[in-house]
């Protein structure tokens, strides 16, 4: 019987990227990649060992793989960044199917495919339509980048809360990343066929934004039209408000109105329209104080503080800053046509221990700003943006031999004479401690016809 189906069998590899297939204790018992320019993991070290020892991050309660064991059914299109013990984290969408014997589950199979494969993408979507306009993707789980028990626990939460539509409160700095977390719990909903509005409520005036709510009625005031408002719009949907603490008392109380009664009356109109949002707020400073300041009117912070997620800031899960460090360079050596594999250990231990007041953007965006500078293939402390390493102090952080000062390099009169003098220290100290100018270039992240140039530009012999 089986040869019936060998034709697919043999076949399937034209459509995934690979195979998982587990036994009943969630122990590996075949893993394959089909696409072998993109190996994630080594599945001959997998076989026999279990699931969780290959993907810490996951628990019975976040495994598809768990799900389609327990409740014997199939978990279908589930995007996920897996986080392998070895090897660099990847981003997936797998189909996982329970496997039965005489009725009784006794496994299950995951099938999986890499989005950076779309053609796959579309081929294993029969209702693709290219013909519609592609909305644009908002972020999912997958998104929230950390190995970090703090991030882990958020990604839990999220899964959670996405459960059900209960008005949700996140509180985290600046940077943190409040729309992206508010944006994954809308697309793990049941309303993520829906719309997912956003509104920064510090962005617009009092006065407009009561309009932009609730919309207008045609005549209410010289010029107006009749006009949908963002809880009609996202009817269905998901309404993220970000620094609600900023929208005006007055405002604040209409806003806990249309969360009780779940209607609403355009400006200058008498007919109440129903509506079906979930609203997702989102403050920069700890709401229960904004509550106590007058910036957060008391009875709206307990109607959205049933379900609250406070997002750590970057300092306190400085174990993720390498992780983020290979995610950041993979993305913009990608939409930069760039080739850096790395950062050096003077930046590495810069990263860690720079506050980040920024958070996650503030990173993002200095790793953006060193690959303007970057010359070889590593990042080195002057790729970094200044302010970060003037902000610190790099005698207490760095070794004696990385930092100007046990370099007895003067003063130079400007900073590129300085920048010029440190290089060629750099240089200098490469080609003394390795045996070949090959190795020196390499050490130094640039190509040996860099090398050469550099050491021609400063006269500088083996």
Known sequence: MIEEYLDTITNIKNYVDGLLVVDSDYKIVYMTQYKTEFPPVDGRRAIGKTLFEIYPDKTPENSTIVQAIRYGKPVLNHDEVLYPTIGRPFHCMDNTYPIREDGKV???????????????????????????????????????????????????????????????LIYGETGTGKEMVAQSIHSASRRSGCPFLSQNCAA?????????????????????????????????????????????????????????????????????????VRIIAA??????????????RPDLFYRLSGVTIELPPLRRRTG???LLTNFFISQFNAQMQMEISGVSQDVKTILKNYEWPGNVREFRNAIEGAFNFCEGRIITVPDLPAYITAEMNLDNILPEDSRSGGMGLPWMGSLK??????????????????????????????TRQALNQKMKKYGIKK
Do not use: W
């Open 320 to 322: 993720d800053i390498e």
């Open 106 to 168: 006794i496994g299950a199979v995951c099938v999986t495919i890499f989005p950076e494969n779309s053609a796959n993408r579309d081929s294993l979507n029969i209702f693709t339509d290219k013909k519609k306009k592609k909305r644009k993707r908002l972020y999912d789980v997958s998104d929230i980048i950390g190995r970090s028990s703090e991030v882990q626990y958020v990604r839990m939460q999220v899964d959670r809360i996405a459960r059900t539509s209960s008005s949700v």
């Open 204 to 276: 617009i005036p009092d006065n407009l934004l009561e309009s932009l709510f609730f919309g207008t009625a045609r005549g209410s005031y010289t010029g107006a039209e009749d006009r949908a408002g963002l809880f009609e719009r996202a009817h269905g949907g998901t309404l993220f408000l970000d620094e609600i603490n900023s929208m005006d008392i007055a405002l604040q109380a209409k806003l806990l109105r249309v969360l009780e009664e779940r209607q609403v009356t355009r400006i200058g109109g008498n007919k109440s329209f129903d509506v079906d």
């Open 283 to 296: 403050t920069n400073k700890d709401p229960a104080i904004c509550a106590k300041d007058g910036t957060l």
């Open 417 to 446: 004479k300085s920048m010029d003098s440190y290089e060629q220290f750099l240089i200098r100290k490469a080609i003394d401690n390795f045996s070949t100018l090959s190795a020196a270039a390499e050490y130094l992240g640039i």
